[in-house]
């Protein structure tokens, strides 16, 4: 029996897991109530558990076997603070929060792996489940890592995975090198001389200033990177005064900026600095730059795309599984583990329905046993029984 075919025998307990899940959605490194239902779901099973990783983390371990090879498989479980508008028995319990990315359908898919590699032990190795708090900008992946992830729980290679509604449930994409784009926030502060707003000859206008600056970021992209070297700078608020007659001091730009590789991230950095500071030097004011890396870009590996691709084919046929998928400019703070241990990030099919970080979004429950077999199928892979490294 197929690891797909399995896992289908328990749908239902993991429908009913990740309806409980979206019921009580918990901000990042918040999730408490989350991380303690996913501990006492792999102690039953009969896995190893260790809480608090990372803050409210949750790494389960099994062995089978006496080889010495180690996979990681990866889930995130955190909500977003969005007001579900969904009509459903298991909506949102609480008031301004709801899983609108589908990690409730992450945690589950993971769930669902650990219960059937706990049930076959079809490998030969030792599986870390990582259940990762705080993936929607609140550093959960650089928590656990600092709390010594890899070296407490190490691993040879290291998978996750995401729903992506539109593609049909059982279809999935990856793409081998650059994934996703890396993702930066910034400020800029300008400082200025506030004055009366009848008197603007008196002043130093910030918010003039902030106007200029704001358009001319838009020739970092344009100017200073290569066309070969895809890039987004994008600000999304300017913020100067409180008054209609008071021209402020300060005046403050924020946005942020999207990026393929670290090095473009550094000259966005740079850029943004060198430009704000002319431009703002230019009208008498001065600027500051607070620019703060979120997101790595996430970077697969050859050999391990090639792998979970492979795996994913096994499951469901060769015609099934996109390998060229282009690349998306949304981030993913799972590559902070990629750039610790090789890996791949493969996203699959949620099927028709909303789009993710949207009120009306739900995790399509069909989709979760080919989440949880693919989770399964890499272990069986990468692990065979009885051969030993």
Known sequence: MSALDHIRRFHEELTAIRRDIHAHPELGLEEHRTAELVARKLEEWG???????????????????????????????????????????????????????????????????????????????????????????????????????????????????????????GRY????????????????????????????????????????ITAALQSIVSRNLSPREPAVISVTRVVGGEAYNVIP????????????????????EDGLRRVAAGVAAGFGASAELDFRLIFAPTINAPEQTEAL???????????????GKEPAMASEDFSFMLEQVPGAYIHLGNGEGAPVHNPHYDFNDAALPFGAALYARIVERECPRGVED
């Open 309 to 323: 691709a492979a795996a994913a084919a096994e499951l469901v046929g060769e015609d099934q599984v996109e390998r």
């Open 47 to 169: 896995i190893e558990v260790h809480r608090g990783i990372g803050g409210t983390g949750v790494v389960g371990v099994l062995r089978a076997g006496n080889g010495d090879r180690s996979i990681g498989l990866r889930a995130d479980m955190d909500a977003l603070p969005i007001e579900e508008a969904n009509d459903l028995p298991y909506r949102s319990q609480a008031p301004g929060r709801m899983h609108a990315c589908g990690h409730d359908g992450h945690t589950t898919m993971l769930l669902g792996a650990a219960k059937y590699l706990a049930e076959t032990r079809a490998f030969n190795g030792t599986v870390h489940f990582i259940f990762q708090p705080g993936e929607e900008g609140c550093g959960g992946a650089l928590a656990m890592l600092r709390d010594g992830l890899f070296e407490r729980f190490p691993c040879n290679a290291i998978y996750g995975m995401h729903n992506h509604p539109g593609m049909p449930v």
């Open 249 to 268: 001091q300060t005046a403050t730009i924020s946005g942020t900026a999207r990026f393929f590789s670290r090095e473009t991230g550094k000259q966005i």
């Open 173 to 212: 994409a990856i793409r081998s090198g650059a994934a996703m784009a890396g993702g930066a926030f910034f400020d800029i502060t300008v400082t200025g001389k506030g004055s009366h707003g009848a008197r603007p000859e008196a002043s130093i206008d910030p918010v003039l200033t902030a106007c200029h």
